[in-house]
């Protein structure tokens, strides 16, 4: 008798590739422009490189380095496991995906730890943040040693989806800052929050939607 996970897999049609090549390309380029916008800079050890963060770097560093780490892995995750190519290449990947989320994670709650208390929304937010990444990532975790195949793709989706926050908090807040809707303190509170809660919320229903189409089908 097959178990639950396998015949999981065996049900599962792999994406269909176009999707999943033009949804990895916008995915990288907006990595590109990150590190080319947001984290280059850094690369640069002195004060007038890291601004306001020069004083608590000491957490702000391993959450750069661990976040770099979890979205570019994490790319090469979300094909390989969207083409079924869930072999050692997968395995070790996953293995560094994770400890780039556990480095990073563990930084973001140190500077949402030590924020001034009159930035305390936006402190809430990347704390929300740094929550959601651990625990979407954990379940990732949990799951593929169930040998849970299925669930584990979808929690590592989630996952990404909050690794992939950071860019976006970059994008949604300078256009932001730029359009002048509203003062630069507020606008960053609103996106610490909003960059991770509202991915989220858009990708859930795409994934129930699917599980329903999968279910139609059988």
Request: hydrophobic residues 50%; charged residues 15%.
């Amino acid at each position: 008798m097959s178990t639950p996970a396998i015949e999981t897999a065996r049900r599962v049609a792999p994406a269909r590739p176009w999707i999943v090549a033009a949804t990895l390309c916008i995915l990288a380029a907006a990595t590109l422009w990150f590190i080319q916008q947001a984290a280059r800079q850094y690369s640069i050890y002195d004060a007038a490189s890291y601004g306001d963060l020069w004083p608590r770097r000491a957490g702000f560093i391993p959450h750069m380095a661990g976040g770099l780490v979890a979205i570019s892995t994490g790319l090469i995750q979300l094909w390989l496991g969207a083409t079924r190519r869930t072999r050692s290449l997968h395995r070790n990947l996953g293995r560094v995906y994770l400890g780039g989320v556990a480095v990073g994670s563990a930084g973001a709650f140190y500077l949402a730890l030590t924020i001034e208390p009159k930035y305390f929304a936006y402190a809430a937010g990347l704390f929300g943040l740094s929550t959601a990444w651990v625990l979407t990532t954990g379940m990732a975790y949990a799951a593929i040693r169930k040998r849970a195949i299925e669930r584990h793709r979808e929690w590592m989706i989630r996952s990404y989806t909050v690794t992939f926050a950071f860019v976006l908090f970059r994008l949604v807040d300078q256009l932001l800052i730029h359009w002048r809707v509203a003062p630069a303190d507020q606008i960053d509170a609103m996106t610490a929050w909003a960059c991770w809660s509202v991915p989220l919320l858009l990708v859930e229903p795409l994934l129930q939607l699917r599980k329903m189409r999968r279910g139609a089908l059988h």
